[in-house]
Structure formats: structure tokens, C-alpha cells
């Protein structure tokens, strides 16, 4: 076993942990979706979602095609050999409280669908 392997192990869970909480997403709005009241509320959530999408990407490449993105882009490439292992250690404590969190959300969630389910 590798060194790498725990840590690729543990960035899967947090992986699953996100594909648990998009299912749990989509169970709630789907279960809320059956509702008239819900559905023209989740319909302006999604339009303000996709707007709001739309708005960051478009923030995003208009400021990487600027001299200064360009400029801190390569300040950056610099600075990421000196921050790696910064980095990877910080990585290494937080994970599990990001695990933690989407498990918490995630239980959360649950509770919503049964509560709509029952509703």
C-alpha cells in the first residue's frame, strides 16, 4: 500500500459524500416538484440559480483573459511548489470534517424528503 492510497481513499469518500447529497438534492426536489405551490417556487429558484451560474462563469472569463489574471496566474504557478505541502497537510485535517459535514447535510436532507413524502 502506498502512501498515496489512504489519501486517494478518503478523497473518495468525500466524493461519495457528494454524490449522496446531488441524490438527496434531487430526491427533495423532485418530491417537492409534485406540489403546484412548490413547483412555481422551484421554478424561480431555478432560474435564479442558472442566472447565477451563467453570471460566475462569465465573471470567470472575463477576468482570466485579463493582464492582471495573467499576471497573477503566473505569481501563482510560482507559488504552488512553495504551498504544496502546506496544502496537502491542511487537506489531510480537514477532510474528515468535510466528510462530516456532507454526512450531516446529507442526513438533513433526508429528513426534508420524509417530511415531504408524508406531506
Do not use: C, H, Y
Amino acid at each position: 500500500m502506498t502512501d498515496e492510497q489512504p489519501k486517494d481513499e478518503g478523497w473518495q469518500e468525500v466524493g461519495r459524500q457528494f454524490q449522496a447529497l446531488g441524490e438527496s438534492l434531487a430526491t427533495t426536489m423532485r418530491a417537492a416538484w409534485e406540489k403546484e405551490e412548490n413547483r412555481r417556487r422551484l421554478e424561480e429558484m431555478q432560474s435564479g440559480l442558472e442566472s447565477m451560474v451563467n453570471q460566475v462563469g462569465q465573471a470567470m472569463q472575463d477576468t482570466a483573459a485579463s493582464p492582471q489574471a495573467q499576471q497573477a496566474k503566473a505569481e501563482a504557478q510560482k507559488a504552488v511548489g512553495t504551498f504544496q505541502n502546506t496544502f496537502e497537510q491542511t487537506a489531510q485535517e480537514v477532510r474528515p470534517q468535510l466528510i462530516s459535514a456532507l454526512q450531516q447535510v446529507n442526513s438533513e436532507l433526508q429528513k426534508v424528503i420524509e417530511r415531504l413524502k408524508r406531506e
